[in-house]
């Protein structure tokens, strides 16, 4: 299992950015994907997951009406769509599947809202 997460960065408060994460190496079609964080000092915590199978979501609420997950089976990829961002998003973005009682990471990206 490889994931490849990217699209972090710095941006000011009320920016824009769009994570991707690349999948290998499992079927992505049949797996729930999801986004976690990590702010310095803090326990990691989800962010967002979407089931690869019907699409289903689900959001943390602080970033609720403002982060959209979504998937593209094709290209085995799934993104994070970011919008209205705030200085308490700053964190680093991991990307995570559960498969066979195991959990994969990504090597995560940077977010940093800043102005």
């Known amino acids: 299992v490889q994931l490849v997460e990217s699209g972090g960065g710095l941006v000011q408060p009320g920016g824009s950015l769009r994570l991707s994460c690349a999948a290998s190496?499992?079927?992505?079609?049949?797996?729930?994907m999801s986004w976690y964080r990590q702010a310095l000092g803090k326990e990691r915590e989800l962010v967002a997951a979407?089931?690869?199978?019907?699409?289903?979501?689900n959001y943390a609420d602080s970033v609720k009406g403002r982060f959209i997950i979504s998937t593209d089976n094709a290209k085995a990829t799934v993104y994070l769509q970011m919008d209205s961002l705030k200085p308490e998003d700053t964190a680093v973005y991991y990307c995570?599947?559960?498969?066979?009682?195991?959990?994969?990471w990504g090597q995560g990206t940077q977010v940093t809202v800043s102005s």
């Open positions: 995570n599947v559960f498969r066979r009682g195991i959990n994969y």
């Open positions: 979407i089931s690869s199978v019907g699409g289903s979501t």
């Open positions: 190496g499992f079927t992505f079609s049949w797996s729930v």
